[in-house]
């Protein structure tokens, strides 16, 4: 499956940005799809995953209650809503689909495709 996330900018703390993730290939709901972020200088770290069918999410403690991870298995999107962003937020996101099992999908091993990334900048 290829992936696509776009959405990213340069906003002010407190403003909202929305990231898309769009799939091609594959059977799209068959995936746990998972968001990731990478600050410079630092590891990637996990934000949010999605189980297959949408009905549910996890996130990361730094992003819990901000951010909002949704998917459209129609559109073969999935979606991370971010509100209330906060400059430690800077990072380039990143969109992936693991086949694992849902105990595993805050580990970056178990995802098996990756989109490209997008930039997301958060000014004080």
């Known amino acids: 499956v290829q992936l696509q996330a776009s959405g990213g900018g340069s906003v002010q703390a407190g403003d909202s940005l929305r990231l898309s993730c769009t799939a091609s290939?594959?059977?799209?709901?068959?995936?746990?799809m998972g968001w990731f972020r990478q600050a410079p200088g630092k590891e990637r770290e996990f934000v949010a995953t999605i189980t297959r069918g949408g009905s549910s999410a996890y996130y990361a403690d730094s992003v819990k209650g901000r951010f909002t991870c949704s998917r459209d298995n129609g559109k073969k999107i999935v979606y991370l809503q971010m509100n209330n962003l906060k400059p430690e937020d800077t990072a380039v996101y990143y969109c992936a689909a693991s086949t694992g099992v849902l105990s595993s999908t805050q580990d970056l091993d178990s995802y098996n495709y990756w989109g490209q990334g997008t930039l997301v900048t958060v000014s004080s």
């Open positions: 290939g594959g059977t799209f709901r068959n995936y746990y």
